[in-house]
């Protein structure tokens, strides 16, 4: 069983919302920070938001500041992206990440314990 499986992809034309999910087993343990990075057409991967282990502490790439909010839920060992306000410079592959180190270390090093398989984000405008 994979330690990060993604959902909540899919077709959304721009200024519409969704919701992704990642769900943590295993060995990505819920008290892992966890992020979320995309990687668009022919782009790099970059951060996009991230959450303490504790969910105290939230972090966000600019780009995305008011209009996404991650969120989590460590009872369902789940992590969430709400996106709103979707643009087509949205249009990405999103994959969560999970780390047992504090979430800064994802953000600047983009080289997390875990990486989950990614689900694709298509925003029509």
């Known amino acids: 069983q994979e330690p990060l499986a993604e959902s909540g992809g899919g077709l959304v034309q721009a200024g519409g919302s969704l919701r992704l999910s990642c769900a943590a087993s295993?060995?990505?343990?819920?008290?892992?920070?966890m992020a979320w990075f995309r990687q668009g057409p022919g782009q790099d991967r970059e951060f996009v938001a991230a959450v303490s282990g504790s969910g105290s502490t939230t972090f966000y790439a600019d780009a995305v500041k008011g209009r996404f909010t991650m969120s989590r839920d460590n009872a369902k060992n789940t992590v969430y992206l709400q996106m709103n306000s979707l643009k087509s410079a949205d249009t990405a592959v999103y994959y969560c990440a999970a780390d047992r180190r504090e979430p800064v270390v994802m953000i600047t090093t983009g080289e997390p314990d875990y990486w989950g398989q990614g689900t694709r984000v298509t925003v029509s405008s």
């Open positions: 295993g060995r990505a343990s819920s008290a892992y920070a």
